[in-house]
């Protein structure tokens, strides 16, 4: 469609005089490399002839009609048969659209708005079938028009010209009420009665196929909600669906009203609402990014300290469990039975685990992975119970005595550990004349699990447990697929645990 442009007075004489020529206004228009209209043009030359030059001229506002003009018109236009464009050149008025509404608001009852005072040319009301039926009979029976029986009977111009019509084809049974329902059934010929009935029956298995569309759809959007709001996941199954299926199906087939679905289209989340789907947000992307090792504490922990956000553990805990979010929990170990110490070496650490200066108490072990090609992967770890950090750590395909001391030399090297206590449990490479030697050689104080008492060396084993179950997201029989990458996932997670991993003890940071 071309876009409509303002031309001025000469350039319409000049496309006026290329028509006069013999040429078709298309033509004129292309003459003068014009992107006009052409039947606006034509509309135009037409005012032109009838009226002058005076209509080409615009003009700064727009003309002032009265009632009584819009009333002659519209009567034209009804009972003359005068066209929309012929009305609109005949009496000078500048638009087919200012015709066509006045003639709407003739016939449908509205206010004809002038200048003058306003005035209602009819007020519509509701009838029965009776009262149509009796209205209907006294205008065919006294032959009146139908603006003297509109203005009689009170209703709109267009409807009582559509009873009468209806009531000339099909007697009593056209006037009865059909909206929303159809044509009646007494008056279909028998081939629209089987139309009507196979349109029926098709309707029927649209409603059943959409019934389930429909149920499954709720289920899914249910699933995957994070707010939980009641009845909303009905709501987002009508919206998602609607130009599918009708409305007022689906909020049929979900139990909800029309009225309660447009609310919720426009209603406004309260700020609680609002700042709970953004924490929601934050939980998510936590939770994603550390892949699921971090529970409800470390994840208010962070978001107090890293996002810098005031927010109540209890909440944070209440938003996981409501979009179903839950860490990867180790198995509780089995409680230790109580036996009377037997001690076969010296325990100098005594389970005493609290310490807060590094390099003054340092725990070590050894633990196993599982590798796909059968054989396993051993970690050896020094942990400082004071930076709370791992110092120092192998990883080797054999467990040997070497592989130990290497970890051991890794961690002192370049440090003055001079009187720093390492514990350790009571295996092989621990009780080694090697191991006890690097030991005595750099000042340090050795200290031993007692027999079967691992929780002694707790910490230790603490660590082994994290470590295994944030690296394999709670899986019992997670395996490597070789030493290469058992090698490249646990140093990773190592230099993680070292430096960005939330503990609970960091809440005691925050203000």
């Known amino acids: 469609m071309k876009r409509k442009i303002k031309l001025s007075v000469e350039t319409f004489l000049k496309l006026f005089e290329i028509v006069e020529d013999g040429y078709s206004f298309e033509t004129a228009l292309r003459k003068l490399d014009l992107n006009y209209n052409s039947k606006e043009l034509r509309y135009k030359y037409h005012m032109y002839l009838e009226h002058g030059i005076d209509i080409l001229i615009p003009h700064a506002s727009r003309p002032k009609y009265s009632r009584k003009l819009k ?13 929309l464009e012929g009305l609109a050149i005949r009496y000078n008025i500048r638009s087919k659209s200012t015709v066509r509404q006045w003639i709407i608001q003739y016939t449908e009852g509205k206010k004809n708005k002038s200048h003058e005072p306003e005035v209602y040319i009819v007020n519509p009301k509701k009838t029965t079938l009776e009262e149509r039926i009796e209205i209907v009979k006294y205008c065919l029976d006294h032959n009146i028009t139908y603006k003297e029986a509109s203005e009689k009977f009170n209703l709109k111009y267009s409807q009582l010209y559509s009873w009468i019509q209806k ?7 056209g006037l009865i009420d059909g909206r929303g329902k159809g044509k009646p059934q007494s008056i279909m010929t028998p081939e629209e009665e089987l139309n009507a009935r196979i349109k029926a029956l098709e309707e029927r298995n649209k409603y059943l196929e959409m019934e389930n569309e429909v149920l499954k759809k709720e289920e899914e959007i249910e699933r995957q909600d994070e707010t939980k709001i009641r009845q909303e996941a009905s709501y987002k199954t009508v919206k998602s669906l609607k130009d599918t299926y009708p ?20 209603r406004k989340a309260p700020r609680l609402e609002q700042e709970n789907k953004e924490l929601i947000g934050d939980i998510i992307d936590i939770f994603n990014k550390y892949e699921g090792i971090y ?18 553990h209890k909440r944070i805990y209440r938003l996981m469990k409501q979009i179903g979010l839950k860490a990867v929990i180790r198995r509780k170990r089995k409680k230790y039975i109580k036996s009377t110490p037997f001690y076969v070496a010296e325990n100098v650490l005594n389970r005493e685990f609290n310490e807060t200066v590094p390099n003054k108490k340092w725990l070590t072990d050894v633990t196993e992975f599982r590798l796909k ?15 709370k950090k791992i110092i120092s750590h192998e990883i080797n395909l054999s467990n040997n005595n070497e592989f130990v001391f290497k970890t051991i030399k890794k961690a002192i090297r370049g440090k003055n550990t001079k009187g720093i206590l390492l514990h350790s449990d009571r295996g092989y490479q621990y009780t080694s004349p090697s191991f006890k030697e690097i030991l005595k050689e750099n000042g340090m104080i050795q200290s031993m699990s007692r027999v079967s008492k691992c929780i002694d060396n707790g910490p230790m084993e603490n660590v082994w447990g994290i ?6 997201k709670g899986s019992k029989m997670h395996s490597f697929e070789n030493i290469d990458k058992a090698k490249h996932s646990i140093n ?20």
């Open 247 to 266: 409305i007022v199906w689906l909020c049929q087939v979900l139990e909800i009203s029309r009225a309660s679905y447009y609310k919720w289209m426009s």
């Open 492 to 511: 990773q997670y190592i230099k993680f645990f070292n430096e960005d991993r939330i503990t609970l003890k960091m809440a005691a940071l925050i203000a």
């Open 373 to 387: 090609t059968g054989q396993k992967a051993y970690l050896s770890a020094i942990y400082d119970l004071g930076s």
């Open 467 to 472: 470590i295994k179950s944030e690296l394999f």
């Open 167 to 173: 009531y000339k084809e099909h007697g009593k049974d």
């Open 71 to 83: 009333e002659k018109v519209a009567q034209d236009y009804l009972n003359k048969g005068i066209s």
């Open 295 to 312: 529970g409800y504490r470390r994840i208010y922990i962070y978001i107090r300290l890293k996002l810098q956000k005031k927010v109540n």
